[in-house]
């Protein structure tokens, strides 16, 4: 199967840091998306990216399928953006997911 | 809209124990996912469900993982016998049907420990 690699693994920022998350896919991937699982559990999904970049806030996505990574921007992080980052696919399989980053953000 | 809803919330049993989970998807979601995620993992699909029929579950323990959406609504995972590595949370999501590349909305889960 396809692998996917998340780096980093753990990530400590400071409130107000940037940061960016990688997901390398050793094969191209269809419905590309990331996602966030808060302190609680919860898993929500931040962007379905295919290709090319969104933004949404403070959170920035972008996907360069022919080059099999996506990467998600965070900007001026605050402590509700720790948890942990999931990317993820779709293909002949539902969703997908990539090991993790875990973020936490220290105020 | 209300959210995907799952209980218990939490489950503590010992090894050997059966337990059973239940899941309610949104409305009108006619795709159901069950997800296994052990800790520091990401979640992992254990079966697949589109109305009241099994789509994918390849990656089910069929010896001693059961589940079933009678009715295409909601749906029950069942475990029996437990195993140790068997404790993790166990995630139901839901997803519109011709939208299954996308549009999944996650339930809070229930943390399974098994002693």
């Known amino acids: 199967g396809i692998q996917v690699e998340q780096s980093p693994p753990d990530l400590i920022l400071q409130e107000g840091a940037n940061s960016t998350l990688r997901c390398n896919f050793s094969?191209?991937?269809?419905?590309l998306q990331w996602f966030h699982q808060n302190p609680w559990g919860q898993l929500i999904n931040l962007f379905y990216?295919?290709?090319g970049t969104k933004q949404n806030g403070r959170l920035s996505a972008t996907t360069v399928a022919t080059e099999r990574y996506s990467l998600l921007y965070i900007s001026s992080s605050q402590t509700t953006d720790s948890g942990v980052y999931f990317c993820?696919?779709?293909?002949?399989?539902?969703?997908?997911f990539g090991s993790g980053t875990r973020l936490q953000v220290q105020p | 809209e209300a959210g995907v809803a799952q209980s218990p919330r939490y489950k503590i049993i010992e090894k050997r124990q059966s337990v059973a989970f239940w899941c309610n998807p949104i409305?009108?979601?006619?795709?159901l996912y069950w997800y296994q995620q052990i800790l520091g993992q990401g979640p992992k699909l254990l079966i697949q469900?589109?109305?009241?029929?099994?789509?994918?579950d390849s990656q089910l323990p069929k010896d001693r993982f059961s589940a079933e959406r009678l009715k295409g609504v909601d749906s029950t995972l069942k475990i029996q016998p437990a195993k140790l590595e068997d404790s993790a949370v166990y995630l139901c999501?839901?997803?519109?049907?011709?939208?299954?590349?996308?549009?999944?909305?996650f339930g809070s889960g229930t943390r399974l420990t098994v002693v």
């Open positions: 999501a839901s997803s519109p049907i011709r939208t299954t590349n996308y549009g999944y909305t």
């Open positions: 094969d191209s991937v269809n419905n």
């Open positions: 990216i295919p290709s």
């Open positions: 993820g696919y779709t293909g002949r399989r539902a969703l997908t």
């Open positions: 409305s009108g979601h006619a795709t």
């Open positions: 469900f589109q109305n009241n029929g099994v789509v994918d």
